[in-house]
């Protein structure tokens, strides 16, 4: 086994480094160089910095609360309010900040409220209001990984500590601010590095040329003044920013696995005081309000329109979900030699997409593919692929801590009994990592659902993915068709993610 | 014939020497305090854990380089014998084909071997549903068909009661008898040693005693071994 | 089944063109290849006058065009450009990858003459701000009024869209030295700024302002398609920033007849007639029906303003500082 998975690991990584390190030096050949970065790039580098700091920062403390009232609490739908949690993430933008704006812009349900009582309105856009939005998008995903840290905690832990009779500040000093130092580093920095790349969030929300990001800067390199070399130079940047912090983040340590069982009842003794029944529910109750109430008003804005939607957007839909499947498919491919090879250059090289810019990955592609074949005819693989690259950090953050303790468990009776190769894969890895494989699937999936990536440059003339579609309805001042639209997508994201998570569960004993 | 031939062991401070010899269809306990390397012993004979220096060798053939699947040996551990996520036939079937490719025939035998154990029937549970002498029990079917002439046990049974380990142990010792198979058992209670070994190997002083008659050995211990024993 | 997809997405699109007919390829923007775009329209109408078989590639916007093209250099198979803006046309021209037309005296409805001999316009618009009728009731009258009120407006960014750069135009152009100026007052009506049209016009839908920067003919859009007449544009004393958008010949192209005919069937009915109701823009040649009514009832702003598309490249940089400076405050 070794050196046949040693092999497919630096297969799939060398796979990744091209799609990221490949295309960035494809564009940087054609420019001819890369230039400096000017007095203007350097601002755009720390407002990116700052808002992604502050967005990771405040999507983890608030994370933490709405965490600990999941782990410690049994409520009806409970499991669907856990589900629907992740919606935001893997909404297209555009819709999200719609919902976003529904509820908390100027003429949104908030200041709706406050307008009654004589508020003054509140305005969303600035720095705020990045923010927020970024918050709004990963708070969901800090969440669920602080949850699983939380329920990772032994329930035998928790009785000991009753048994001794510790008080809630005990817990904290002795359970839980443990397991939140060894789980939060790697959480922000992922969100850091998310929020890095962000393009149409802070422009939107920003305000104004203050809230100028370095991919802002990157589009406006390639569309505004078409010089290659500076677009090259910021994606570059941002590459460095990632590796180093990537770097940072893997010296300190990794969250444990976030698909394996989320349903582990352990039993609480510390959190029956009214006190903390009450800070529990206002957490998550105010989590639901952040997160679901723009939710709800997507789907109320587009459902009445869903069954008049043209044929075309149907057509879409499917074309959609074919694409995600693949995407699916080329990630788990990719992502399970990484996650079995371990070893540090293979964690980072996996971390690169993360930081990485659509445009140039498309630009450099672009530039890489085009001599050998005509670009429309590889707009399905190509867009497959670069989905499937762009969930590769998410499958890992899933796979790598659970294939760990797989190896940990029962790699020794594994050797025992000479399993090794495809049975051990089939007998061994595959059935022990089912619950992260599935939610590791479910994720990609639905990501890809929502994705606009690179197909630009790519765009098949006989087909459009459903976000394309989206996107030409409401050009063409088909809002509500665009908003019925939204809420289809909305619906197959979460199905494709639904059916693998649970896929990933059911069945799978002890 | 199992030799261990100048092997010696480090891990960090931690040191043993072994020299010796054990001899075909024979069984031994192995005995120490706790920290004299009774796992570790059974780690370097199993090829889990490299020795320092010297051989392993069984019937005169070296086994030092070899994976521990292609070693002549079962070995029982502590805990985590089983699959948690096969059945109980899947994980039984793993001791004839690890890539569990079954013909009727070789499920005939599964079943057997459950029944030779006190389990017919078992065979679509899981093992999480079974008691803990249940699931001693699947492990030891699974040995069964493996039928390696070589059987250790890193106290499998430790956490049974005592009625139910001297079961497990007889159980061992009619599957050993079966096969003709030597038997290496970790143990760190005399009566279990008593009940089916009758040689002991004593491991003090960072050393491993070639295998004495275990009542011997417990009727005049020597002193480190009395000290364990608390005689 | 992804296999088979994959292969299928291979090979399907060479298949079907496997007939013998020629091919025109078009570049053009996204939009105007959608379902809801004059592509459609435009592709059967050309198709069944020329015996050819028109391939339209959409990407992106106009900008993302123009780059796709200056990527592919003088390799493109494209043999017509279409969709880019008279924003565009300098930076086009320079890259030497079009021939000229050779279109000539053709009567253009254009507010301004017309004489590139590479670039052929197809329709044409002005950039107006649009607002609702039943809420805004006090509607400026030019920048100045507007940056006195406390309306609220959504614009786009010149850095990645062409609405945006044309309102960073519009503003230069009436206002000169004095446009840092007019922007600083701006600022705070700005709610915010968004990448695109899209973003804008859909923030502006769901009430995140009151005027967005749209077109002069986006309120027919809402009257003819959807029966409401409440979007209006606001007409401007210092006259209105117009968009051109053209189509030309590639230089390189291997159907340089073809590409001739489809140019000129570009300013014929067959053509103009589509633009109205699927692009939202006026023809650049009035077709001999006319054009939807509802479009009489749009502002004809008294003034159009356009940079030659020289000066247009060469103000952009100094006017798009002017504008950084004013709005980070």
């Not at chain 1, 497919?8 to 091209?18: K, S, W």
């Not at chain 1, 593919?369 to 707009?379: E, G, I, Y």
């Not at chain 1, 990536?453 to 050009?475: E, H, I, K, N």
């Not at chain 2, 005995?31 to 004979?45: E, F, Q, R, W, Y």
Request: glycine share 8%.
């Amino acid at each position: 086994m070794p050196s046949r998975l040693t092999l497919m690991a630096g297969g799939a990584a060398a796979f990744v480094a091209l799609l990221t390190l490949g295309t960035l030096a494809a564009v940087i050949a054609r420019a001819g160089g890369a230039g400096w970065p000017g007095v203007a790039d350097w601002a755009a580098l720390r407002f990116t910095v700052l808002q992604a700091a502050l967005s990771a920062f405040l999507s983890v403390a608030c994370a933490i609360p709405v965490a600990r009232a999941l782990a410690r609490r049994r409520f009806p739908g409970r499991g669907i309010f856990i589900t629907l949690l992740g919606a935001p993430f893997i909404l297209p933008v555009i819709v999200a900040v719609m919902g976003l704006l529904a509820i908390f812009g100027r003429s949104g349900a908030l200041n709706g409220i406050l307008g009654a009582f004589g508020v003054e309105p509140l305005s969303v856009y600035g720095l705020k209001g990045v923010v927020l939005a970024h918050v709004f998008i990963n708070l969901p995903l800090a969440v669920r990984l602080i949850l699983q840290g939380w329920l990772a905690i032994p329930a035998e832990r928790f009785r000991l500590a009753a048994a001794l009779g510790f008080g809630p500040r005990d817990i904290a000093r002795h359970l839980e601010r443990p397991m939140l130092r060894e789980v939060v580093p790697g959480i922000a920095v992922t969100i850091f590095l998310i929020c890095l790349t962000s393009f149409a969030v802070a422009l939107t929300l920003g305000g104004g040329p203050k809230a100028t990001t370095i991919e802002l800067a990157i589009f406006q390199a390639f569309r505004f003044d078409f010089d290659l070399g500076r677009a090259a130079m910021l994606a570059a940047m941002q590459l460095v920013i990632c590796a180093a912090t990537a770097a940072l983040a893997a010296r300190l340590s990794l969250p444990p696995a976030f698909g394996a069982g989320l349903d582990l009842a352990a039993q609480h003794w510390d959190a029956a005081s009214p006190l903390s029944r009450l800070a529990d529910a206002a957490a998550i109750g105010l989590a639901a309000l952040l997160l679901l109430a723009p939710l709800a008003a997507v789907i109320a804005a587009g459902l009445p329109g869903v069954f008049r939607l043209p044929l075309a957007v149907w057509q879409s839909a499917l074309w959609s979900v074919a694409v995600s499947l693949a995407a699916t498919a080329l990630a788990l491919l990719l992502a399970l030699p990484i996650a079995l090879g371990r070893g540090r250059v293979l964690e980072i090289t996996g971390m690169l997409p993360l930081a990485t810019s659509a445009l140039v990955v498309g630009t450099g592609l672009f530039l890489i593919l085009r001599p050998v074949a005509s670009p429309a005819s590889l707009a399905m693989p190509v867009t497959a692929l670069v989905n499937a690259v762009m969930a590769l950090p998410f499958c890992l953050r899933a796979l790598i801590p659970a294939a760990r303790q797989v190896e940990a468990d029962y790699a020794r009776l594994a050797d025992s009994l000479g399993l090794t190769g495809l049975a051990r894969l089939r007998y061994l890895t595959l059935p022990r990592l089912r619950r992260p494989l599935g939610f590791a699937a479910g994720l990609t999936a639905a990501m890809s659902m929502g994705d606009l990536g690179v197909v630009a440059l790519f765009a098949d003339p006989d087909r459009a993915t459903l976000p394309l579609q989206l996107y030409r309805l409401m050009s063409a001042y088909r809002m509500e068709d665009a908003a019925a639209a939204a809420v289809l997508l909305m619906a197959l994201s979460f199905a494709l993610f639904w059916l693998f998570d649970r896929g990933g569960r059911t069945d799978a004993a002890a | 014939m199992l030799q261990l031939e100048n092997v010696t062991v480090t891990q960090d401070d931690f040191r043993l020497a072994a020299d010796l010899t054990i001899r075909e269809g024979a069984r031994v306990a192995v005995i120490g305090p706790s920290g004299a390397g009774k796992s570790t012993l059974l780690s370097v004979i199993a090829g889990f854990y490299p020795p320092a220096s010297g051989r392993v060798l069984w019937q005169d053939r070296d086994l030092t380089d070899l994976p521990p699947g292609d070693r002549p040996l079962s070995i029982l551990f502590q805990d985590q014998n089983l699959f948690p996520h096969l059945t109980v036939a899947e994980n039984v079937g793993l001791g004839i084909r690890s890539d569990l490719r079954l013909s009727p025939e070789d499920r005939g035998r599964v079943a057997e071997a459950l029944e030779r154990v006190g389990l017919s029937g078992m065979g679509d549970r899981r093992p999480g549903t079974l008691s803990g002498g249940q699931q001693s029990r699947v492990a030891l079917a699974r040995v069964l068909l493996r039928a390696r002439p070589l059987m250790l046990l890193d106290e499998p049974f430790d956490a049974l009661g005592p009625a139910l380990r001297a079961e497990m142990l007889d159980l061992v010792a009619e599957i050993a008898g079966a096969m003709g198979a030597t038997v290496l058992m970790v143990s760190h209670n005399p009566a279990d040693a008593l009940r089916i070994a009758p040689e002991t190997i004593l491991l003090a002083d960072g050393r491993a005693h070639p295998p004495r008659g275990t009542a011997e050995l417990l009727e005049n211990p020597p002193p480190a071994l009395a000290a364990y024993l608390g005689k | 089944m992804m296999k088979s997809l994959m292969i299928a997405g291979l090979l399907l699109p060479t298949a079907l063109l496997a007939e013998d007919k020629p091919v025109l390829n078009i570049y053009t923007y996204d939009s105007f290849i959608s379902e809801w775009g004059p592509g459609p329209k435009v592709e059967a109408a050309f198709e069944a006058e020329c015996g050819c078989d028109v391939k339209f590639t959409g990407s992106g916007d106009g900008a993302a065009l123009l780059a796709r093209l200056l990527l592919e250099g003088d390799t493109t198979e494209a043999d017509v450009v279409l969709g880019l803006d008279t924003n565009l046309t300098a930076k086009a021209a320079e890259s030497g990858l079009f021939a000229d037309s050779g279109l000539k005296d053709v009567a253009y409805d254009l507010p301004v003459a017309w004489d590139d001999p590479v670039f052929v316009p197809y329709d044409w618009g002005y950039f107006a701000f649009v607002y609702d009728k039943t809420k805004v009731t006090e509607v400026p009258a030019d920048f100045e009024a507007l940056a006195a009120s406390n309306l609220k407006v959504v614009i786009e960014d010149p850095r990645s869209s062409t609405p945006g750069l044309g309102l960073l135009l519009w503003v230069k152009s009436a206002y000169g030295d004095k446009a840092e100026e007019v922007w600083k007052n701006l600022a705070d009506n700005i709610v915010t700024v968004t990448p695109g049209w899209t973003e804008a016009y859909g923030l502006f839908l769901k009430g995140e302002a009151d005027m967005v920067l749209s077109y002069t003919t986006s309120p027919a859009y809402h009257l003819i398609a959807e029966n409401d007449d409440s979007k209006a544009a606001a007409p401007f004393n210092e006259g209105h920033y117009l968009q051109v958008e053209v189509a030309a010949k590639v230089a390189t192209t291997d159907q340089s007849e073809l590409a001739d005919r489809f140019l000129a069937f570009m300013v014929t009915d067959g053509f103009q007639s589509v633009i109205p109701e699927t692009n939202w823009m006026y023809p650049a040649v009035m077709p001999k029906g006319g054009i939807n009514a509802g479009f009489d009832t749009l502002i004809t702003p008294a003034k159009a303003l356009l940079y030659p598309a020289g000066e247009a490249a060469k103000v952009r940089d100094a006017a798009l500082a002017e504008w950084q400076a004013a709005l980070s405050r």
